[in-house]
């Protein structure tokens, strides 16, 4: 164990946040002349190394009609090149020891793979490929993975009661705004994706100026910048699509729904127009938020479980949720699953009593503290992880937000003050801003004998 | 599952009924994320482990054993300011007895009160540390593990206050009510899931009568009648040194730990080890079944039981199931299923192995007119890999995968905590993981065939349907 870290640490500041910051120090970046922008971090703890390719974009870059197609290209992604046909890619990581993925969210597209740092330099080349020369042109393998995609979206949200309600839950908090679609996309959309919509999305955004490479692990900077001079240096940029900025209109008044499906339990979501980091100059105001939703959900000493749940017996499960780095504007969230033997509504009144609390009364120190402590901890864990480590630089480098905006953030968080968290309660947990839908569960054994009929 | 957050969490190695909850009331936000292939969470069956440089055994475990007898399982590991504690119990599920849900309820409500503190103060300590105390079961063991930093500051009390919970533990009716509410909760959210369902059906179907059979949050009949006698006589009975381990990971000297192992040996009651959990009867007959449920998709599951957790044949078994279904985009069940027929999003296979024979399980989802043809390619390709086993290149490819895992597989704190945890509780040599790729690496194409044969081919399976049966196209 450790008795405190070194004096210079502490005569600036104290321990925990700048341990977490030692690894900022540590962080290199750099721009190719293209404008693909590298960002590496060495962490010598294992003799592996993570390497991510970040595409700016995703489903809020998509419109009406066409939506879930950053999604459907993630999965083109896998589908091979001139010099790397088929299976190539992944074939080659799988035979160096690593593993992949990807995934497709609002605002990018993440492609990950994590192997022995040795052979890094094979990711470098398959990914340069991929990113200049990608081949759609079989309709047969086309259509197949239109057929797999149409079976994640079952899996995923048509088959899961809860996830079923978020999705009619966002496309009734935003009206104009493409956050009110999940990035899968509705089921008529990607069956409706011809082959051509997808090349023409990869034509459009696939190129170096529009990418992030991170790289963590045991690795030496400058030689990893090298491998990007080398591998990704001449391909050339793009010019990019002008993205219509798609802003969400002025919400009008409070909206709601109910959604019924077979299900056994009953659920309620909640969601508030709210900032986030993109759309405020007010860098505050989402600092706020986070700590607020942290007073209300970060553990199980936060607000929500003492009360909600162990006091009153109201709820068995309720959480908040809220993304300060995203591209633009979106919703603090609070659902909830009601305690046996509660209504919907009256849990509906028990979390509206939780906002008016944090509206009429102060947070107490105690409170603050514990969330600044939870939230410097967390920081520290991340560091566990390199592939937590590239994902938050990855990701808030896709969304326009410097690498360190993270540590910037925590700074700002340690200072916000309990009057601070009341104004943003005031400002933004208001009934105008409010959409709530109730999930109805209908009886599963019905369906099934109505089915069986 | 698919689960995705900001800061990308393992799965933890045992079923954590808090770690269903929040996936329950987050999998809205999680479904923000599609991923290119279901997330395969890392459990205790992912034997692809391990190293650090380190000059004679890949991972320096050092093993001792208190006055009071609690064995302990200690690995120094000094790049993080991080300390990692679980105690582990023989009394997971496999324990429940005639009362399924005991060994879950017990597990969830320790650290709730004790004889001088209430929920409120003991939450509110650890959280104001920094500190993550979190409870969880397997069918095998029950974990009681606190992550703090490693300052003095946070470390000490927080050890200190897990400490406490065992030598003044005691059960209040007030959380037991609590924590029945909590627990039905999440058995309700497994009955909206078709994956949970067809999950526990499918358990129940290979192991029936045996304690492996039932659900390891147990059923809701015997959860509502529990009383604080049960929690008290399972509690005493199976929470005691002799039925435990200690681990200690993570940025602290030996002195520090046997310290520690010292304190938590004097705080527990001595007491005696369980019995062994009974040997698994395999299946007398091949068994089909299907559950009516009104899905999109239908989920297919087929295998049964196979290996112990220290069975020898692991080794060639492992590297078999890698490349049939195991390594993700690169099984052939994905190439036949997903790549040439677009028949399923997720296809895979896994082997767990247990303190008993722990299960083969090959599972799929597809749309519910495309399940028969896609079960039938399935139960075909199962065959021909039994009868002919992978070919010589994929065996190369899928031993070179396993040496890069291997490197990979001292990643974090979190990793080494879960591969010491996982030697000390199964009992297997301190030095598994240094001859463990040359066990690998001497797996033949024969090696494959003969266990997939043993253990699969020649036995009786078991297939588990759940969805809508329709007309087939």
Redesign the interface.
Known sequence: ?????LSFFLITCF??PC?AQSSTINTHKYQLDNGLTLIVRPDH????ATMQVWYKVGSTYETNGRTGLS?FL??M??KGTKHNPG?TF??TI?????????????DYTGYLQ???AQ?LEAVFVLEADRMQHLIVDDEAIF??????????R??????????L???R?LATAFDSSPYRV???GWHADVAATTLDDVKNWYDAWYGPNNAIVVVIGDVNPEKVYGLAQEYFGDIKEKTLPVLKPQPEVKPLGQKRITVNV????PYL?MGFHAPVLNSTQELWEPAALTLLSSILD?????RF??EL??NQ?IA????T?Y?P?LRDANLF?L???P??GIGIYQLEAALLEQIALLKQNLVSE?EL??AR??I???E?????????QA??IG?LESVGLPWDMGNEFLQELLIITPEQIQLVAQKYLIPEYMTVAILK?QS?QG??DA??E | M?H?S???R?KPFFTNIWWI??I??????C???????K?TPVSSSNEQTNT??RENHLLAIQSWQTSQGLNTYFLPID?????DIQVIFSAGSAYDGTTPGIAQITNQLIGKDTQALA??AI??K???????FNTSISRDAATIAL?T????????PAIDLLTHIFSASYFTDNSLA?EK??L??AI??Q????QALASNAFYHAMYAAHPYGSPILGEAETITAFTLDDINHFYQRFYNTQNAILVVTG???RE?AEIISENFGQALPLGEAAAEIPKVTLPAATIIEHI??????KHILLGLPTLEKNNPDFFAFYVGNEILGG????SQLF?IV?????????VRSQVSPMKQKGPFIISL???NDASATALALTQDHLKTFTANGPSQKELD?AK?????????A?????ALAQHVATIAFYKLPLNYYDDYLAKINAVTIDDIKRVFNDYVGSKNLVTVTLG?N?QQN
Do not use: C, W
């Open positions: 164990m450790l008795t405190r870290l321990a925990l341990f703890r294992a003799p592996i999604h993630e999965h992604m896998f299976s992944t074939d799988y035979a160096l020891g690593g593993h992949l993925n990807a995934f497709a969210y609002y994590t192997l022995p052979y259509e197949k993975e239109k057929q797999v995609i149409l079976e994640e079952r899996m995923r949200v048509d088959d899961q009661p809860i996830v309600t978020y999705e839950f999940l990035p899968i077979p299900a056994t339990l979501i970060g553990g199980q000493s936060a479980s003492k749940i162990r017996r068995s499960v309720a959480s949720n993304d780095f969230t659902s909830a699953v305690a046996s105690q503290n514990r402590k939870q410097m901890a967390t520290i864990y991340k560091l566990d992880s390199i592939e937590a994902d938050e990701s569960p599963i369906e099934v089915a069986q | 698919l995705r900001r800061s990308r393992r909850l929040a329950l009331i987050t999998l809205g936000v479904a923000n994320y599609f991923f290119i292939n997330k650090a440089s790049n993080l300011p991080i300390i929920t409120d939450v509110e650890f959280e104001s540390l920094g500190a993550l992550r930093l490693a300052f003095d500051e946070e470390s000490l609590l509410e909590q039905l909760t309700a959210a009955n909206q899931s078709p940025d602290l000297t520090e009516d449920y009104p899905s999109t998709q390594s993700g985009l690169s190439e997903r790549e040439q027929q677009g028949l399923a999003y997720s989802q597809t749309r490819k070179q995968n396993i040496a890069g895992k291997f490197l990979m001292f990643d974090s704190n979190a809508v329709e």
